[in-house]
């Protein structure tokens, strides 16, 4: 199976919103990363045949080779597809079983296959005992469970999801990730997100966009070696913090838990920023930072730990 994205270009009037994009996918995790506005969203919409390329054409191959382009496949493509987008829209009035056995009958799902799935998709986004409740009474965090659990309803080959991780807490986050790696062998995941730690270890191929074009793309483990020896690690009391900042690009600071007057500093820069720093090796999120920070109006993140 093979689902490849040829010279997609999307304007919204005036706005270059995607521009020649291209993407060949086969069956595993690709990450899409880019900063807000990059065109990750729009990119999403096209390839689940919900919004109108402006120029482009998606193709998709089966197992057997024949390849076709999605835009003449309709339903048959759509049933083979799993979407969660960023915004769900979901009835307030139905309960979460409700909605489920309703996107059941709009993906074409036979009645005894929905009603063995339903209670297992429910369980598998932890929302078994919400099953019968109103989704006007959800959380952010449920409602984004819920719609995950209509994505994967079906077992789709493909799987486009939109910000998956966006409202969940730290436990779930892991959950979700940890289900979306065990369920990737035969299937396309193709996930945008902003939260690089979620995507860093099971990604084969993170695809780094901004502006409407591919800026990078590679496996996470390529793009972080390529900020190697850059990173770096050092100790500040805590006025010399400020005196660091406005010299590097400082992406963390946290509180020693030994001496709380003194952070420890994560550093990006070409050269050793202070007589005590050591470099460190690179994560997926330190070439994020390399690569966006300046754009992000870039903001170091102090965690205050209990002291
Ligand atoms: N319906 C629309 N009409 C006009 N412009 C749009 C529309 N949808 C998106 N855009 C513009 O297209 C660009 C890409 O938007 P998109 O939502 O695809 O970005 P994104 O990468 O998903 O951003 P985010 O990280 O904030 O979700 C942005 O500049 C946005 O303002
Ligand atoms: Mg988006």
């Not at 997609?8 to 706005?15: P, S, V």
């Not at 719609?147 to 994967?152: K, N, P």
């Not at 509180?255 to 994560?266: G, H, K, V």
Request: proline share 5%; net charge neutral; aromatic share 8%.
């Amino acid at each position: 199976m093979e689902l490849s994205l040829q010279n997609i270009t999307k304007t919204y009037g005036k706005h270059l919103a995607l521009d020649r994009f291209s993407l060949r996918m086969t069956p595993g995790i690709y990450a899409l990363l880019g900063p807000n506005g990059a065109g990750k969203s729009t990119l999403l919409h096209i390839l689940t045949d919900n919004l109108k390329a402006s120029g482009g054409t998606v193709v998709y191959t089966d197992d057997s080779g024949v390849s076709e382009p999605v835009a003449s496949m309709g339903a048959r493509f759509r049933e083979k597809l799993g979407f969660m987008p960023q915004a769900p829209s979901m009835y307030r009035n139905f309960s979460a079983e409700r909605f489920l056995w309703y996107v059941a009958s709009l993906k074409g799902m036979r009645r005894a296959q929905a009603a063995r799935q339903i209670p297992e998709v429910l369980h598998t986004v932890d929302l078994s005992d919400a099953a019968k409740w109103r989704i006007g009474t959800f959380s952010g965090g449920m409602k984004q469970r819920l719609s995950l659990a209509q994505a994967i309803l079906g077992d789709p080959e493909i799987l486009i999801l939109d910000e998956p991780t966006a409202w969940l807490d730290p436990n779930q986050r892991i959950a979700v990730r940890n289900y979306l790696s065990q369920i990737a062998l035969n299937k396309i995941l193709l996930i945008a997100t902003h939260i690089v730690a979620d995507v860093e270890h099971i990604a084969k191929e993170v695809i780094v966009m901004d502006k409407g074009r591919i800026v990078t793309k590679g496996s996470p483990m390529a793009l972080a070696q390529s900020v190697c020896g850059r990173v770096w690690q050092a100790s500040a009391c805590a006025e010399d913090v400020e005196a660091v900042q406005a010299r590097h690009r400082v992406t963390a600071i946290s509180p020693q838990p030994s001496d709380p007057s003194r952070f420890t500093l994560r550093i990006l820069s070409e050269e050793k920023p202070t007589s005590d720093a050591r470099m460190v090796a690179p994560t997926l999120e330190d070439y994020y930072l390399d690569t966006f920070g300046e754009q992000a109006g870039f903001q170091s993140s102090i965690y205050m730990e209990e002291i």
